[in-house]
């Protein structure tokens, strides 16, 4: 392939590990982040997220040369944006980081160029990308534009960003063929080729698909509380009918994607978006019943004892066995708990140091707290028992 170098626009959870690959397929690839630290750590070989596998991919490609992290763009043959798309108050989807990363790459784009948008974004930013681009005086008829959202499983990102069918939607059909091609070039699963928005509505399609099944695990388990019965083990009984596949219900929902996409079509979809929208408030509802579980209860203990409950949070990050803590109902909850006057030892194994709060050790929380409180279903914490203290397992771990 002719073209050989990439510039990598943020080096995060999707945007690190894809320029990482990259590099170890011997493509020249320049990453770039707003993060001054986070230059100097990935230029040092070393990584500033958790991931397996990732530390190794990025020693390799660093000590080749085909990675270098810079804080500003360069010229290249494709450009990757990577970077992260939340949504300011109200649940309105904030582009800004689309915006502002394109605006840096518009300066260093040439004619034959691929542009590819891989964050996670609502209905027709990649039209957008088009129209900053061509704002900024490039020639948008000479480049090719295209979104390919990413579709990898924390923890497994480094085999799923090669194994994983992926969808390629470009402005145009050149586009999709040519950013197509480059997928090709290590991506061992299906390049599935559509149009731009389509691609946007796919990736969102699929986390309020799972949004949805989620949903409907923590409702029946809350309504299994209210009647006295083990959500776990009506799940399980349930899940043998040959067409039923019930998920697992938790604390709430987290992390970048399956809390965060759905909210891009309801507010594109209005009132249309009445499934889509109640699930998102059934698991945001789920959350906040947690807190109101453990805060009645600590006020029972405190009743009858006569001084605060102490409560061990057991887990802090989205989703069991990675540090990854964004938009994380189990930190929500901890921060809650705190700010409402309980004393909380938070814990979480995949983390050393936290600023906000000291982390504790499993046994230490356990054997110091009054009330156990399980949020995320790590390894490390199956198979523990506990006796003569309150214990509530809201991710079924106790069950292994």
């Not at 990935?42 to 992290?69: C, Y």
Request: aromatic residues 8%; contains cysteine.
């Amino acid at each position: 392939m002719q073209s050989n170098r990439v510039c990598v626009m943020g080096l995060g959870y999707i945007g690190l590990p894809t320029a990482a690959l990259l590099a170890n397929r011997r493509y020249q690839v320049h990453g770039v982040d707003v993060v001054q630290s986070t230059v100097d750590t990935i230029n040092q070989g070393k990584i500033h997220i958790v991931e397996p596998d990732l530390d190794t991919f990025v020693r390799s490609a660093v000590n080749s040369g085909n990675l270098i992290a810079d804080t500003k763009p360069k010229e290249s043959d494709i450009f990757i944006i990577a970077v992260p798309t939340p949504f300011h108050d109200g649940y309105v989807p904030n582009i800004d980081y689309v915006i502002s990363a394109t605006e840096c790459i518009a300066p260093y784009i040439k004619e034959g160029n691929i542009v590819i948008l891989e964050s996670t974004s609502p209905v027709g930013t990649t039209d957008k990308v088009a129209e900053v681009l061509q704002a900024k005086g490039v020639d948008i008829n000479k480049v090719h534009i295209a979104h390919c959202p990413e579709r990898v499983l924390p923890g497994q990102i480094m085999r799923e960003l090669v194994e994983n069918d992926r969808i390629v939607g470009g402005l145009n059909s050149d586009a999709t063929q040519a950013t197509a091609d480059f997928y090709k070039t290590f991506v061992s699963g299906n390049i599935l080729k559509t149009d731009a928005k389509t691609a946007e509505m796919a990736k969102l399609t699929e986390n309020s698909y799972r949004d949805v099944n989620i949903a409907f695990a923590n409702e029946l388990s809350m309504l299994s509380d209210k009647f006295d019965i083990n959500v776990w083990e009506l799940i399980s009984l349930a899940n043998r009918h040959p067409r039923v596949n019930i998920l697992q219900p938790g604390a709430g929902v987290g992390g970048h994607c399956i809390a965060v996409d759905p909210w891009f079509i309801v507010h594109a979809g209005g009132d249309d978006a009445k499934i889509i929208r109640t699930a998102r408030e059934v698991n945001n509802y789920k959350t906040e019943w947690v807190i109101e579980k453990i805060k009645n209860e600590a006020l029972l203990f405190e009743k009858e004892h006569g001084i605060k409950a102490k409560v061990a949070c057991m887990g802090l990050a989205f989703k069991p066995n990675i540090d990854d803590m964004r938009e994380s109902p189990a930190l929500y909850i901890t921060r809650r708990l705190i700010s409402d006057g309980l004393e909380v030892f938070p814990v979480e194994p995949n983390v050393k140091s936290m600023d906000e709060f000291d982390i504790v050790i499993d046994e230490d929380a356990i054997n110091h707290a009054d009330i156990i409180v399980f949020l995320v279903a790590h390894d490390e914490f199956k198979g523990i028992r506990i006796f003569g203290k309150k214990v509530f397992d809201f991710c079924g771990v106790t069950n292994h």
